[in-house]
């Protein structure tokens, strides 16, 4: 029992202990590492039970709030000297020695900065730095060299802070320039900032944002992308891409290149070189637009300049999206965004990011709405009815063609859930478990380990989600679809999700599996993506959309204000924090509160689900519209349910359990409408867009095949008979050639001609 005593001491302290196997530094084979890493007692109390004799890990960074400074060896400690010598000297803090012979000195996580893994720390060899995604071993551990790991001077003296010389050489703060700090225009690659926003920081949250390389799972190609966004997508000077990728990026690969080694440091950097010698599909600056950070004058003085290739490619890749938009808009104009709907102060700030990006009020107002139900995850859930529970997960998309803004106004509204978020209420710390909120990653299999670290759930974002919906492409014969899917769809409920695999023993059960989603998505991409597979699935009517006619972006002075930007960020957090409503010990498993509706809220419900209902049976009532109206039934409760989060906060209310007034029910009922009237109206657009693209290709594919000449609907199936199992599917195909003007009926239902 000694380590799972030790274990726990080091959980009441709040630092997350994992399980290390014995003398390696190493942990267990098949487990998740550092992120199993956990301060709550059933859940320590579970790994040491199944493993008594584990070393202890401590997961460091925001999750225990610590970092720790690694001196090893001789060579270490001469190199600290030097160290010393040019940013001062260290103050006493807790120290502990490694059972190789070096020290660990621990120091207080510093707040807004965040340090990261850094090996050979200045060029120093000995010295490294274990913060954000790293660990270290904690006493009584065992070393591999035999000897244990201590206290040397107790574990009483106090964790202090880093002084700030040395603080800004591992975490320097990136501050913005001033007006009058500009740099007078230069032809130089790119200006340090537009619209007073710095581009360096926007190129490191979007580096935050990028998939990281894992070994074996096509790791280079992660960072050829990642240095191509900096150098063609930033325009950022060649040294200044090492430099961040390195520092940003690298730390959170699987595993990071060791920048020590001269091979690893020459492979890693050559794909900046490589990035700067091959111009690739995207334009020179696409993401200094797409940010806004490069103003109109530069854009056309660049292509003035000659840029044809970058114009081309704007053509090849913008164009047709866009044109697609346009067409969507054409059939009629998507109805306003109500969002009147939303509390006084959180619908001036959807309004304040809307003006400010120059967007259409959807795009931040969709953005919330999934944020909010994020941030309230899978510790919240609205009673229907008895055996009817919805939880507040919503999936969104945001339909628009590349230089619409898409991710400015996503980001503006996702920034706080990429923080971890720690309990305000010292008196409940157990039923505000911590972990990730936020994943950037959409594949299954990655969001199934970050979901085992997070009881209260994630929020799913990735600015184009087009990586998700060519997912669902791999089909798994076993369950009947692709493997991603069935997992999204299993998802959808926020209930149990087991995972067994025979790969490591693997065994990985949710108990709450909350996963909200939020991007964007081409038009032209979204219609190739989501054929009809995905809407017999139920996948497609799931999602809640916004494709607006595209707004001309001119110049906008408008800012978003500190004090709304704060305001929403203390609404997310105060979401975020509020507790389950209990822990089931017996299983170690979190209850979440249950909300129900008072009697004239319930019968405004009522009422909307019978009117729905009613449109289902009308014999006007296609079989896609019906797909959306049956999703809608119990949406409204995941909306109304948001909305009811959204006064809480707002109110910083102390009646969490309070029943749900008609105020919301009335909200979340005239958002469904307006959802509604969106979704029917871009998957009209998609579904005849889809049906003339088949037509196109059936009629290429016939025209190969038999020429111009007569084809009886036999020989057409003789002559593919894995597409047409039956004569009838072969009827279909024709009809919608010859409903497309591509073809006509010789004699019908027994042969064709194509036109």
Known sequence: MEMLDNALAYAELGWAVFRIKPATKKPYPGSHGFKDAATNEILVTRMWDEEPDADIGMATGKISGVWVLDIDGEEGSRNLTLLENELGPLPETLEARTGGGGRHLFFKWPGAREVRNKQAFRDHKGIDIRGEGGYVVLAPSGHPSGQLYSWPYGQDTPIVSIPEFWLDAIAPAIRPRAPWEQPAPAATP???????????????????ECEPAVQGSGGHDKLLWAARALVVGFLLEEATAVSLLWTDFNPRCSPPWDQSNSSERK??????????????????????DEYGLRDGVAAIANLAAGNQFAEAMLAKHCTASTE????????DEQPPFPVNCFPASIADFCRQVAAAHVVD??????????????????AWKFRMKVGQEVPPLLWAMIVAGSGNNKTGPMNAVVDPLRRYVHPDDPAEPVLNPGGPAYIGNVTASVVVQRLAESPRGLMCFNDELAAWVKSFGKFDEKKGGSGDEQAWLEWWNAGWYQVDRKTNNEHTVVPAAFVALLGGIQPKLMIQCFGPDQFDSGLVPRLLLTCPRPLARFWSEVEIPPDATAAWADTVQWL???????????????MPRILTATADAKDALVRFYNELATRMLSPSCDEREHAFLAKAQTQVGRLTLVHRGMI?????????????GLESV??????????????????????????????????????????DKIAT???????????????????????????????????????????
């Open 713 to 755: 609907v036999r020989e057409i199936q003789k002559s593919n008979n894995r597409k047409y199992t039956s004569a009838s599917l072969v009827r279909k195909d024709v009809q919608n050639l010859v409903d497309h003007g591509l073809a006509r009926w010789i004699e019908p239902k027994k042969s064709m001609e194509l036109i």
């Open 666 to 707: 009335r909200a979340g009922i005239e958002l469904m409408r307006w959802c509604i009237k969106v979704q029917m109206r871009i998957y009209g657009y998609a579904e005849r867009t889809r049906l003339q693209v088949d037509a196109q290709n059936v009629a290429d594919a016939l025209r190969l095949r038999f020429g």
């Open 648 to 660: 809480l906060a707002e109110q910083k209310s102390a009646y969490l359990d309070a029943p749900i």
């Open 576 to 590: 975020r924090s509020r507790p389950f409503k209990r822990l089931d010990s017996s299983v170690g498993e979190y």
């Open 324 to 331: 697609v938009a346009t067409a969507i808009a054409a059939i």
């Open 361 to 378: 009020e959807s795009f931040p107002g969709l953005a919330m709405l999934v944020t909010a139900g994020a941030a309230m995850g899978a």
């Open 267 to 288: 492979d890693f950097e050559r794909k900046v070189q490589q990035v700067s010698e091959t111009p690739g599909e995207k334009p020179r600056g696409w993401l200094l």
């Open 190 to 208: 790119a200006p340090a900032a537009f619209g007073g926003t710095p581009i360096i920081s926007r190129a490191r949250k979007y580096l935050a």
